[in-house]
C-alpha cells in the first residue's frame, strides 16, 4: 500500500479488513510542505512511479495507491491507463483506490451511487464528475464536513452519521464513501440500521482488490460490510503481501 502523509485511516481499517489473510506493508509518500492542496495532490501522482520501487526488492502479490482524492485530477481513462502501465513495468498487479472502487462497482453490478464526500467543494465537483465519467450516475451528493473545515482525515465518525442522516439517502441506496483517510468502518452498522443501503467505502473496496488480486481467488463483497466485510472461500491457506 502507498498512502499520503498525514493519512490516519488507511492502514488501520485496511489491517482489519485484510485480517489474517494478507500481510500489509505501507510506503508512505514523501512530506512536502508549503505546496497548495491542488499541487501537493498533483505531487502525489507525479511521485507515484517512484513511489512503486519503495518496497526494493519485497515480494509483492498486489499493490495498491491508498489514495483517493489525487486521482480525481484525472479522468477515470487516464487513471486506469496509468495504474496499467504501473502493471506492466512492475510485473504486479497495481491499482489505485479509484480504479480499485470500480471493479468494486462492477463486481456487485451498481450503477447508481450517493456520494459521499468530505473533501474541499471543488474536489468534490471532480470526484463527482469522475464517476459520471466512468458511467456511473450520481443520483446525489451528500458533501461532509469536520468542523474545523473540509478535511477527510478530521471528519469524525459521529459528523459523518449526522450529516449522511440529514441529507436522508434513499433507503435502498448505495452510498460510496471517498477518502481512504476518513473513518468509515464505525459508522457502516449505524446507516445500514432498518433500511436496505449498501456501504461501500475507498477502504472498502481497495481492501477486496487487493484481496482478490493476491490470492487469486473469487472473493465477493458482503452486502452488509460491517458484520462481515469479505467473504472468501474456505481453504485459502498462504498469506499474501499486499
Known amino acids: 500500500m502507498i498512502v499520503a502523509p498525514p493519512n490516519p485511516s488507511a492502514e488501520p481499517e485496511l489491517t482489519r479488513l485484510l485480517g489474517s489473510r494478507a500481510d500489509m506493508h505501507v510506503a508512505r509518500f514523501p512530506v512536502r510542505s508549503g505546496l497548495s492542496h491542488a499541487d501537493r495532490l498533483e505531487g502525489y501522482n507525479t511521485a507515484?512511479?517512484?513511489?512503486?520501487?519503495?518496497?526494493?526488492?519485497?515480494?509483492?502479490?498486489?499493490?495498491v495507491m491508498a489514495c483517493s482524492?489525487?486521482?480525481?485530477?484525472?479522468?477515470p481513462d487516464e487513471d486506469r491507463e496509468q495504474c496499467a502501465e504501473l502493471s506492466e513495468a512492475?510485473?504486479?498487479?497495481?491499482?489505485?483506490?479509484?480504479?480499485?472502487?470500480?471493479?468494486?462497482?462492477?463486481?456487485?453490478r451498481v450503477g447508481d451511487i450517493v456520494l459521499v464526500s468530505p473533501y474541499q467543494p471543488w474536489v468534490t465537483e471532480l470526484a463527482e464528475r469522475f464517476w459520471k465519467s466512468?458511467?456511473?450516475?450520481?443520483?446525489?451528493?451528500?458533501?461532509?464536513?469536520?468542523e474545523h473545515g473540509y478535511s477527510s482525515y478530521a471528519v469524525t465518525p459521529a459528523e459523518l452519521i449526522s450529516q449522511v442522516e440529514l441529507a436522508e439517502p434513499p433507503g435502498d441506496a448505495?452510498?460510496?464513501?471517498?477518502?481512504?483517510?476518513?473513518?468509515?468502518?464505525?459508522?457502516?452498522?449505524r446507516l445500514t440500521t432498518g433500511n436496505d443501503r449498501m456501504l461501500l467505502t475507498s477502504n472498502l473496496c481497495t481492501a477486496w482488490w487487493a484481496l482478490s488480486r493476491a490470492t487469486g481467488r473469487h472473493v465477493t463483497l458482503s452486502r452488509v460490510p460491517y458484520r462481515r466485510h469479505m467473504e472468501a472461500p474456505a481453504g485459502v491457506a498462504r498469506r499474501h503481501t499486499a
Open 69 to 75: 482524492e489525487p486521482r480525481y485530477l484525472l479522468g
Open 48 to 63: 507515484l512511479r517512484a513511489m512503486t520501487g519503495a518496497f526494493g526488492g519485497l515480494r509483492l502479490d498486489a499493490m
Open 90 to 108: 512492475t510485473g504486479v498487479p497495481f491499482a489505485s483506490s479509484t480504479l480499485a472502487t470500480r471493479e468494486a462497482l462492477d463486481h456487485v
Open 134 to 146: 466512468a458511467g456511473i450516475n450520481v443520483t446525489q451528493v451528500v458533501q461532509v464536513r469536520a
Open 174 to 189: 448505495v452510498l460510496l464513501f471517498t477518502g481512504t483517510g476518513m473513518a468509515t468502518l464505525p459508522v457502516l452498522s
